[in-house]
């Protein structure tokens, strides 16, 4: 559905990762965690002194930084639940930001910076990138988290629940003071 989206909003995807794309000589490459460093992309990326940073952390640092930052975290739920908030703050009058894992039924699109100082994102454990294996939701700095149920998941990152429950630690150690979970 998301790639749907994109194409309704005007925007070209451009479809799998061939080095000529980087002829352009970006100012900087966001990566995202489907990549690899056995990936001849990456390779030429380092190899030619790219800069390049994960999206979570792009977002984290241009995006979030100066908001008023609602993550939604767990297991399950994390899209309805991140709708709902961000539904009620555009009933209660505030233009939220969002970012949401899904297509929304109650928006037209699943991110939008918004006007008011709220952003709500769904926050998911899932590793960064290849060369930041934290997971995402620790580069968004919640003022406000929300934390639904926690099971083992992402085996393919994760081996045991326990493995799963430190980062949600980190997540929770990353809560300021007068924030609130």
Known sequence: PISDQLDEMGIDIIPNYDIDQLNIEPDLVVIGNVMSRDMEFIEHILDKGFPYTSGPEWLGKN?????????VAGTHGKTTTSSIIASALKHMGEDPGYLIGGVPINFEVSAALGSSPYFVIEADEYDTAFFDKRSKF???????????????????????????????????????????V
């Open 63 to 71: 995006i979030l930084s100066d908001r008023k930052v609602i993550s």
């Open 138 to 180: 620790l580069h968004y700095r919640p003022d406000v988290l929300m934390l639904g149920n926690l099971e083992f998941d992402h085996a393919d990152i994760f081996d045991t629940i326990a493995d799963v429950e430190k980062q949600f630690q980190y997540l929770l150690r990353s809560v300021p003071a007068n924030g609130t």
